[in-house]
């Protein structure tokens, strides 16, 4: 079955170093999301990207960095300079060409140790 | 620029008792509006789109959501809440800019559903 395959499902981070999320997808879709989610504030958008080696920064990019050397990989690093890492992450994709909505993977949680 | 509002955090209804999610949004264009559902430490799931077509929308498990252009409303509705209902759940709104898409998400409302 096409899917999104996020991980690790949980993932610990020490003080002052990076960590990637992966995000694979076998649905052959040209776009890709991450968004960050906490308690009470929905999902806000971090990086996306349209095609391959090309993508944008969304609403919170700082302190994120994103590749996307093939279309169906988007990884996502979360740099030391993010200041509040610990979240919920979550991974999404979307076929540009049709009208169907963003398919979402199972998540990333990240805590600080 | 487009925004989805869902106000208040949480609600609480019985078993069996009308489900109601409000969401209003703000949109300069047509929109393109959704409800996503989230089990907890999992990702959302798609329950229902509207785009354009009719303005009443039929989702999965027993949910709908009624576009109202003059009240910048799509709120989600069930008329018989089960307990495999309680979720959280998410309204949303499409951005189309320049050939790219992106979603702008209301904060999320927290359903409990009471025996």
Known sequence: DGGITQSPKYLFRKEGQN????????????AMYWYRQDPGQGLRLIYYSQIVNDFQKGDIAEGYSVSREKKE???????????NPTAFYLCASIDRASNQPQHFGDGTRLSIL | AQSVTQLGS???VSEGALVLLRCNYS?????YLFWYVQYPNQGLQLLLKYTSAATLVKGINGFE???????????????SAHMSDAAEY??????RQGGSEKLVFGKGMKLTVNP
């Open chain 2, 10 to 12: 949480h609600v609480s």
């Open chain 1, 19 to 30: 960590v990637t999320l992966s995000c694979e997808q076998n649905l052959n879709h040209d």
């Open chain 1, 73 to 83: 990989s988007f990884p996502l690093t979360v740099t030391s300079a993010q200041k």
């Open chain 2, 90 to 95: 998410f309204c949303a709104v499409s951005v």
């Open chain 2, 27 to 31: 949109s300069s264009v047509p929109p």
């Open chain 2, 65 to 79: 959501a009624e576009f109202k252009k003059s009240e910048t409303s799509f709120h989600l509705t069930k008329p």
